[in-house]
């Protein structure tokens, strides 16, 4: 079974500098999708940027990019110019693209504070 | 692009009654559905989903069940809740694109 671990429970960054949160995994496969979900204050869960495995190259969007390393099983999220909208807890999660595989396999989160 | 729905945003129950929470998609057909609980600063359990009508799939055996009436349209229940029960439950949908999107969620407290 896939596991994802998430190993700062919280983090803080002053608004306008840039943050990166952490994110590791475990899995045997080698074809999958990884994402970076945002939950603010109102638990509303958001998509914020996605990556497949397949592809070398790292997923941007705007001030959110990714740094995926296969290898060493890391995909981590890059904040630059941090924004106090940014506040929130952001959730690492795993899909396999196994035929029959559906679920998300998320961590346990970080919590992120953006301080003025 | 989709839209999901959830109703009620909040509910208050007491232990022992029946439960209803409702999620429907716009903007997509056959959607693969889901629905979450997450405990207060926890993570995402996931606690059904469902590839078409009719068709259920159960990760943690609980006191909930959930039922796929339409296409876009999923269903969670309860005949007596209890007070572990409390959380808060998402409803998702999963594109071809393997990403899913989330509704806005129903904060469920059972007294």
């Known amino acids: 079974a896939q596991t994802v671990t998430q190993s700062q429970p919280e983090m803080s960054v002053q608004e306008a500098e840039t943050v990166t949160l952490s994110c590791t995994y475990d899995?045997?496969?080698?074809?999958?999708?990884l994402f970076w979900y945002k939950q603010p204050p109102s638990r509303q869960m958001i998509l914020v940027i996605r990556?497949?495995?397949?592809?070398?190259q790292n997923a941007t969007e705007n001030r959110f990019s990714v740094n995926f390393q296969k290898a060493a099983k890391s995909f981590s999220l890059k904040i630059s110019d941090s924004q106090l909208g940014d506040a929130a807890m952001y959730f690492c999660?795993?899909?396999?693209?196994?035929?029959?595989?559906?679920?998300?396999?998320f961590g346990k989160g970080t919590k992120l504070s953006v301080i003025p | 692009s989709q839209t999901i729905h959830q109703w009620p945003a909040t509910l208050v129950q007491p232990v022992g009654s029946p439960l209803s929470l409702e999620c429907t998609v716009e903007?997509?057909?056959?959607?693969?559905l889901y629905w979450y609980r997450q405990a207060a600063g926890r993570g995402l359990q996931l606690l059904f989903y469902?590839?078409?009508?009719?068709?259920i799939s159960s990760e943690v055996p609980q006191n909930l069940s959930a039922s796929r009436p339409q296409d876009r349209q999923f269903i969670l229940s309860s005949k007596k809740l209890l007070l572990s029960d409390s959380g808060f439950y998402l409803c998702?949908?999963?594109?071809?694109?393997?990403?899913?999107?989330f509704g806005p969620g129903t904060r469920l407290t059972v007294t």
């Open positions: 999660a795993y899909r396999s693209r196994r035929a029959g595989s559906y679920q998300l396999t």
């Open positions: 899995t045997s496969e080698s074809d999958y999708y």
């Open positions: 990556q497949e495995a397949y592809k070398q």
């Open positions: 903007g997509t057909s056959n959607p693969n």
């Open positions: 469902s590839v078409g009508i009719g068709q």
């Open positions: 998702a949908a999963g594109t071809l694109t393997y990403e899913q999107y």
